[in-house]
């Protein structure tokens, strides 16, 4: 396996943008996660066995510790990791998909609102969290399809077809 500090620099910035989609944008908090993440695959490196990519393996331990966190400050009651996502994601999700012709014009209503997030709602899961991932996570196609176990084709392939139902469902308003 390689050495961890070339493991660090390599995959810092994946882990680091995984963790601040889940907390909801929140810097700091993702920051001190990350450096936790390390922590513990530092000390779980004799169990890692290669039988998935090196940033599938730091992201697995990644939601490992939010969850920990989560259940530290007592979030976890009923919340699962994707109601979590939910929560702190969807406003900036459909902020995200409005055009940039549309901004200038975001008065937008309630209603119109709240269909993009019953749209977005409706998409099945995994494309849910692709859109998540790529929108709000700013992470890569690569790194989505090393995260939830495909190719970065799948994930780009995932991601268009969740934005083309979007758009069916909204019109022509999403990017």
């Given amino acids: ?9 390599q995959y810092f910035h ?5 963790l601040r989609c889940l907390t909801g944008r929140n810097d700091s908090l993702a920051e001190e996660l990350c450096q936790e993440t390390f922590y513990q695959a530092v000390k779980s490196v004799h169990r890692y066995r290669g039988e998935c990519a090196i940033p599938t393996w ?8 939010w969850m920990h966190e989560l259940q530290k400050k007592r979030y976890r009651k009923e919340i699962s990791l994707e109601a979590s ?11 995200h998909l409005i055009s940039k012709s549309d901004t200038e014009k975001t008065a937008l209503s309630r ?25 709000v ?19 780009r392939v995932t991601f268009f077809r969740g934005r083309k139902k979007l758009k069916e469902t909204l019109g022509d308003d999403i990017i």
């Fill in 58 to 65: 730091l992201c697995q331990i990644a939601r490992h510790v």
């Fill in 1 to 9: 396996m390689q050495d961890m500090e070339q493991i660090y620099q």
């Fill in 111 to 135: 209603l119109q609102s709240r269909k993009a997030l019953e749209a977005i709602q409706q998409l099945e899961a995994v494309s849910q969290k692709v859109l998540l991932y790529r929108l």
């Fill in 137 to 155: 996570g700013e992470l890569s196609f690569r790194e989505i399809g090393d995260i939830l176990g495909h190719s970065e084709n799948w994930a």
């Fill in 85 to 95: 996502l939910e929560q702190n994601s969807k406003e900036f999700l459909f902020q």
């Fill in 14 to 18: 994946t882990v680091y943008r995984y």
